[in-house]
């Protein structure tokens, strides 16, 4: 059984951040389950622009407001509270944060633990290992 609290896991090298986001890192590829699990904070006033080439993302917003454009349709989609998406196409997409977004995401495969986005705005499919 595996048990980390979200204060635990800020205070330790799991915090990962960026200049318009922070991910928490809960359960990683290194926790053999299969999936990793973050709460990550997107920041109010920021875009960051995203294309997992690599990784299938589910995502569960459960604070904050913003939105998420779809940059193949140009699609806009409203982002708040109790909203989910999935990027089941490896959907290159923007998320603006209008208020800070504090979200629940799964990512398959799971990540290592140190991933950022690189140029195209993917995470690498290997990076970093952060010990449990």
């Avoid at 109790?82 to 504090?102: E, P, S």
């Amino acid at each position: 059984m595996i048990v980390r609290t979200l204060e635990e896991c800020r205070q330790t090298d799991r915090l990962v951040k960026s200049t318009t986001w922070d991910s928490c890192r809960l359960l990683l590829k290194n926790d053999n389950v299969g999936f990793s699990f973050h709460i990550t904070t997107l920041y109010e006033g920021t875009e960051t622009s995203m294309h997992y080439q690599n990784h299938y993302e589910s995502v569960f917003i459960m604070s904050g407001e913003g939105e998420l454009e779809d940059l193949e349709t140009g699609t806009v989609h409203k982002l708040a509270p109790g909203t989910m998406y999935v990027l089941d196409q490896h959907d290159r997409h923007i998320v603006r944060a209008h208020k800070d977004i504090v979200c629940a995401c799964v990512f398959n495969p799971p990540l290592n633990g140190k991933e950022v986005h690189d140029a195209s705005g993917a995470y690498p499919l290997e990076a970093e290992v952060i010990q449990n």
